[in-house]
């Protein structure tokens, strides 16, 4: 299966979005990334780390916002509490 490439970039979209979400999900500088993306084989400079995450960024951000969410990903309330006036004790409202 072929990955599609953006144009007049060298790196599939799946390493451009991985390399962008190791920056944006951990607190790691562009030159951790690199050195992440150095131990899988893939060699980019922090510069160019730091125009994906510029350019792509916001565009994967995009696309997350409008994802249908997961079928089951309903939270559901386990236990309420309430602060009387009154009493100043909080009541388990189950």
Same mark, same amino acid.
């Given at each position: 299966?072929?990955?599609? !490439?953006?144009? *007049? ?5 799946? /390493?451009? +979005?991985?390399? =962008? @979400? ?6 790691? #500088?562009?030159?951790?990334? +690199?050195?992440?993306?150095? +131990?899988?084989? /893939? =060699?980019?400079?922090? %510069?160019?780390? *730091? %125009? @994906?995450? /510029? ?9 997350? *916002?409008?994802? %249908?969410? *997961?079928?089951?990903?309903? @939270?559901?309330?386990? %236990? =309420? @509490? /309430?602060?009387?006036?009154? #009493?100043?004790?909080? !009541?388990?409202?189950?």
């Amino acid at each position: 299966m072929t990955d599609l !490439k953006p144009y *007049r970039h060298r790196f599939p979209l799946t /390493i451009v +979005q991985h390399a =962008v @979400w190791l920056y944006h999900r951990f607190p790691l #500088s562009y030159r951790d990334v +690199q050195e992440l993306l150095y +131990q899988r084989g /893939i =060699v980019v400079s922090h %510069e160019t780390l *730091r %125009e @994906w995450c /510029i350019k792509f960024g916001p565009l994967f951000a995009e696309d997350l *916002r409008h994802r %249908e969410p *997961r079928r089951g990903s309903r @939270w559901h309330l386990d %236990e =309420v @509490w /309430i602060l009387s006036a009154n #009493s100043g004790r909080a !009541k388990s409202a189950s």
